[in-house]
């Protein structure tokens, strides 16, 4: 059974840094695409970042330059770093991969930017 599983959320000042951690496991199948996606309270799922197999990336306009896509296909892990998180940054967080055609999430993780 694939489970993907996020790590790494928390409560960071405006400024700061996080980088968040998603590990699937249950498959011998390598993911294809990988991404980051996220809910603000009363905001729809949004694409924060993803990346393919051969680690092509594309970013939401609004964390391009601060936020990093990042994956180490031997564990099957994505990552995101997340510098200079700002106040609207805060939303779960949700890990989304997919392997042969289905797509699996995580659970999500919590990021609150808040001074």
């Known amino acids: 059974q694939v489970q993907v599983v996020e790590s790494g959320g928390g409560l960071v000042h405006p400024g700061g840094s996080l980088r968040l951690s998603c590990t699937v496991s249950?498959?011998?199948?390598?993911?294809?695409?990988m991404g980051w996606y996220r809910q603000g309270p009363g905001n729809q799922r949004e694409l924060v970042a993803r990346i393919t197999r051969s680690s092509s990336t594309n970013y939401a306009d609004s964390v391009k330059g601060r936020f990093t896509i990042s994956r180490d296909n031997a564990k099957n892990t994505v990552y995101l770093q997340m510098n200079d998180l700002k106040p609207e940054d805060t939303a779960v967080y949700y890990c989304?991969?997919?392997?042969?055609?289905?797509?699996?999430w995580g659970q999500g993780t919590q990021v609150t930017v808040s001074s």
């Open positions: 989304n991969a997919g392997i042969l055609g289905n797509d699996y």
């Open positions: 249950g498959t011998r199948k390598s993911s294809s695409a």
